[in-house]
């Protein structure tokens, strides 16, 4: 699936699932909500805190698919392409960061 298949498919949903779209704000709401999840789930697996019984269930995978699906939502809504809009980010960075990251000592 592409990124432009996944807006497409996301828009498809909402618009006959979802019924429609939570309003921006909303929207920015929940990204931050689903955001958090998946930090709390990295602060335990990854990190030094330890999970509770109630989080045995977790999936690092899907609440990353929720942080993309609200951030799709997002885009869509405010009309972005997110396959131009990443292409522009990493042309960006690449020029950006063409060396910057080779002479770092803390990466070496």
């Given at each position: ?7 497409e498919?996301?828009d498809?949903?909402?618009t ?8 921006e ?19 335990r ?7 509770k ?11 990353m698919a929720?942080?993309?699906?609200v ?32 002479n ?5």
């Open positions: 699936m592409t990124i432009k298949d996944a807006q498919i996301v498809k949903w909402i006959t699932t979802g019924v429609r779209y939570f309003n704000l909303t929207n920015t709401a929940m990204l931050m909500e689903e955001v958090g999840e998946v930090a709390r789930i990295m602060a697996q990854y990190g030094e805190q330890s999970f019984k109630s989080d045995k269930d977790v999936n690092l995978a899907d609440e929720d942080v993309l699906f951030l799709i939502c997002l885009a869509n809504q405010t009309g972005i392409d997110l396959t131009e809009a990443l292409e522009k980010n990493m042309d960006k960075k690449s020029m950006r960061d063409a060396e910057r990251h080779k770092n000592e803390k990466l070496k």
